[in-house]
């Protein structure tokens, strides 16, 4: 089962989306969206959809979007647009046509991928060359620490594993340092066009107190590349 099938884990998701307790509208989006160019007429791919935020978004803007996750209960609730088709696969299996993509893009999911190599390969053959792949991860700083904790680096060079506690006990993500996950990019013919790590301005959190903690460390990467 996928861990957004789990019932107590998507009730714990949805209850965080619904009262904006995450870090999806304050930081993620908006640094996403200064990342991606303009969508219109482009053939894209969004991995690890969930139900459909990006895609929806993309689609509006002119693009035509395959919508991918492994979990059938997002996708049951995913927003259904014409120029979006959903996919329900598994990403370590994936696959798609060569060259049939212009923009690949990945919103907080990867850090999900156990071979994140594989991934950035397959995902170089999809696009055509000078394509874009665009997407955001937990920060390695916050995926370090093999015991969970808020504000401490640890175990930061011992990549892999890890399990932590969130809605639900044993939830599995992967480690990967800064620098690794740079070396499979170029190393599959990606060219770096930005590294960005968004935290809180001073005026969010005194919004949203919530996001104290993220001006103490940065609770998320986004890169963009484009292939080769």
């Known amino acids: 089962m996928a861990l957004y099938d789990d019932p107590a884990f998507l009730a714990g998701y949805r209850e965080l989306r619904r009262t904006g ?23 894209v791919a969004d ?11 993309l689609a509006a803007a002119g693009a035509s979007v395959v919508a991918v996750d492994a979990s059938a209960s997002m996708l049951s609730r995913a927003v259904q647009h014409p120029q979006i088709r959903y996919l329900q696969a598994d990403l370590a299996q994936l696959d798609l046509p060569e060259s049939s993509l212009d923009l690949v893009v990945s919103s907080l999911a990867l850090h999900y991928v156990d071979d994140f190599t594989g991934l950035v390969g397959r995902v170089a053959r999809w696009l055509v060359p000078g394509g874009q792949f665009v997407f955001s991860v937990e920060h390695p700083v916050v995926t370090a620490p093999v015991e969970a904790a808020d504000r401490v680096v ?28 740079v070396e499979a990019l170029v190393a ?5 066009e930005a590294l960005r790590e968004p935290q809180p301005s001073p005026g969010q959190v005194e919004r949203s107190p919530h996001l104290a903690v993220h001006r103490r460390r940065p609770p998320l990467l986004l890169i963009s590349v484009r292939r080769g």
């Not at 995450?22 to 007429?41: F, H, Q, R, T, Y």
């Not at 990549?159 to 993500?173: C, P």
């Open 21 to 43: 307790l995450g870090l999806n509208d304050e930081l993620e989006i908006p640094a996403m969206e200064a990342l991606l160019p303009s969508a219109a007429g482009l053939r």
């Open 188 to 192: 599959a013919g990606f060219v770096l």
């Open 154 to 181: 640890d175990d930061y060079a011992d990549e892999g594993l890890r399990q932590r506690t969130w809605f639900v006990d044993g939830v599995i993500k992967y480690h990967r340092t800064i620098g690794s996950t």
């Open 47 to 57: 991995l690890g959809c969930g139900e459909g935020g990006l895609a929806v978004r």
